[in-house]
């Protein structure tokens, strides 16, 4: 479901981009035209240029909404990776297990660490972060604990 709203999401903002790139073109002509003085295009001037601002903040929010259900898909898929190893997960997991590259796969999981959802260790030779979720557990893990108590 979200890779469908991601989905419609990108093609709404192609289509806001499209429209605004038009409005931009046709705002332009109205004012050449108006200085040429050839008509008197004044009212058509400000209605393209009203048109203009509302499709430029509708495009602005159309790709924060993508970017916060693009962040949503990764978020979900690092929880899940996290669950099923035990909560740990390194940038290489992320990107080998993703089409994000190195960099941003470190990048998001970063950003897990600096909101506090995870731990970040080093491995004993210093060289990789590995990332510990602690709340996330397997179903058997969670099972183990019931019989425990």
Known sequence: MQNLKGTVLGFLY????????CSSL????????????KDNA???????SFITIVIAILTKKIKKSRKLVLI????????????EH???ITA????????????EASLHLE???????????????CLIDVYHFKGAVSQKEKEDYINIK
């Open 72 to 83: 949503g898909d990764i978020d979900n898929f690092i929880l899940k990776y996290a669950i």
């Open 14 to 21: 192609i289509i806001a981009m499209l429209a605004l790139v």
């Open 42 to 48: 004044k009212s058509a001037l400000i209605v393209f």
């Open 92 to 103: 290489t997991d992320l990107a080998s297990e993703t089409n994000y590259s190195l960099k």
């Open 111 to 125: 950003r897990n660490y600096r909101e506090g959802y995870c731990n970040k260790r080093l491995t004993n030779d």
């Open 86 to 88: 035990s909560g740990l």
């Open 26 to 37: 046709l705002f332009i002509i109205f004012v050449v035209r108006l200085m040429d003085g």
